[in-house]
Nanobody, 124 residues
Framework: QVQLVESGGGLVQGGGSLRLSCAAS????????MGWFRQAPGKEREFVAT????????AYADSVKGRFTISRDNAKNTVSLQMNSLKPEDTAVYYC?????????????????WGQGTQVTVSS
């Protein structure tokens, strides 16, 4: 019952910043943990960040820790990913996902709803 739509992807120079947004609809959004995953060309999908239903707890992949920040606004039914100090290796399609738990989740199989993805390209 949760539908997710990502936006905000684009082309940015290395060292720059980009903010991704995910608009959610559905009755269970406020009770769902949210996450961001990414998939680069020729690579497997990998975990990026997750946030609990209340926004009080977060977790990040080591590769983005200190550079990316996940947040949510339940009143607006949105979750965001602020990406700073971007590197070429951050280039990927980024996916927003919802998990049927109030707590954080880093496991892709626990997520049951996914957005269509948004392309992020970081130039050298």
């Amino acid at each position: 019952q949760v539908q997710l739509v990502e936006s905000g992807g684009g082309l940015v120079q290395g060292g720059g910043s980009l903010r991704l947004s995910c608009a959610a609809s559905g009755r269970t959004f406020n009770s769902a943990a949210m996450g961001w995953f990414r998939q680069a060309p020729g690579k497997e999908r990998e975990f990026v960040a997750t946030i609990s239903w209340s926004g009080s707890s977060t977790a990040y992949a080591d590769s983005v820790k200190g550079r990316f920040t996940i947040s949510r606004d339940n009143a607006k039914n949105t979750v965001s990913l602020q990406m700073n100090s971007l590197k070429p290796e951050d280039t990927a399609v980024y996916y927003c996902a919802s998990a049927p738990t109030r707590w954080v989740s880093t496991r892709s199989y626990e997520y049951n709803y996914w957005g269509q993805g948004t392309q992020v390209t970081v130039s050298s």
